[in-house]
């Protein structure tokens, strides 16, 4: 591997760490319902980015900003011809008060 590769994974590597931290504390899965009431709030996405984790980040995100509590039923898919890129989406929730 020479030098620039080398850099480009680096810069690869450090997106993936600061996308796995901005993405911890937020309820996202692949079940369709947890086990407590929610109210659905949308389909939310992340889209193109070069990682499942990157894809999944840009998803909480915009749920973030629907005022979501986490994301039910969460896909990944690969798009692409010669590089892939991911797409993650999902239903956006909030979770019901408790009484």
Same mark, same amino acid.
Request: aromatic share 8%; glycine share 10%; hydrophobic share 35%.
């Given at each position: 591997m020479n030098r620039q590769e080398k850099k480009e994974q680096r =810069? #690869?590597?450090? #997106? =993936?760490? /600061?996308? #796995? =931290? /901005? *993405?911890? *504390?937020?309820y996202s899965v692949t079940v369709p319902a947890p086990p407590h009431p929610h109210t659905a709030v949308g389909v939310v996405a992340g889209y193109r980015r070069e990682s499942p984790t990157q894809a999944v980040v840009s998803m909480q995100e915009e749920a973030r900003e629907l005022g979501a509590d986490g994301v039910l039923g969460v896909s990944i &898919? /690969?798009?692409g011809t010669t590089t892939s890129l991911? &797409? /993650?989406? *999902?239903?956006a929730v909030r979770w019901a008060q408790s009484e």
């Amino acid at each position: 591997m020479n030098r620039q590769e080398k850099k480009e994974q680096r =810069e #690869r590597n450090e #997106r =993936e760490w /600061a996308a #796995r =931290e /901005a *993405g911890l *504390g937020f309820y996202s899965v692949t079940v369709p319902a947890p086990p407590h009431p929610h109210t659905a709030v949308g389909v939310v996405a992340g889209y193109r980015r070069e990682s499942p984790t990157q894809a999944v980040v840009s998803m909480q995100e915009e749920a973030r900003e629907l005022g979501a509590d986490g994301v039910l039923g969460v896909s990944i &898919i /690969a798009v692409g011809t010669t590089t892939s890129l991911y &797409i /993650a989406y *999902g239903t956006a929730v909030r979770w019901a008060q408790s009484e």
